[in-house]
């Protein structure tokens, strides 16, 4: 699997550590990866798959990666936080990719309707 680094015309944001903010951090990283994503889209990357995140967890935190499915399929790595890297994504096949992103978005809907029904019964 290639990966690539974020495009010269859409950097990753940087974070203020000075004046850390949370929230104020989070909003800009899902800024950059809507932003990211745009681009990708507008430069030949249309594919169903453009603009997943595919997340590994790295020692305390996680190495993020977006996909660019289109004239190729690649990875975008999102240095956000730690900008830790996986130590095997690029050993990966696309196939496997894209059965951990839907395995994830599985995961995720099964942990809301979970967490829905705990507030409902509460």
């Not at 550590?17 to 990866?33: I, L, Q, V």
């Not at 975008?76 to 951990?100: C, M, N, T, W």
């Amino acid at each position: 699997m290639k990966i690539f680094t974020c495009p010269k015309e859409v950097p990753a944001p940087t974070p203020d550590y000075d004046n850390y903010d949370h929230k104020k951090e989070m909003a800009a990283e899902e800024k950059h990866e809507a932003d990211l994503k745009a681009w990708l889209k507008k430069h030949g990357y249309p594919g169903k798959y453009t603009g997943e995140i595919y997340s590994v967890g790295v020692a305390d935190g996680s190495a993020n990666y977006m996909v660019a499915d289109g004239r190729t399929f690649c990875l975008i790595h999102l240095p956000y936080g730690d900008a830790y890297q996986s130590r095997d994504v690029e050993f990966l096949p696309k196939k496997e990719i894209i059965r951990r992103i839907e395995a994830d978005k599985k995961w995720k809907a099964a942990w809301k309707k979970a967490k829905a029904q705990e507030t409902a019964t509460a």
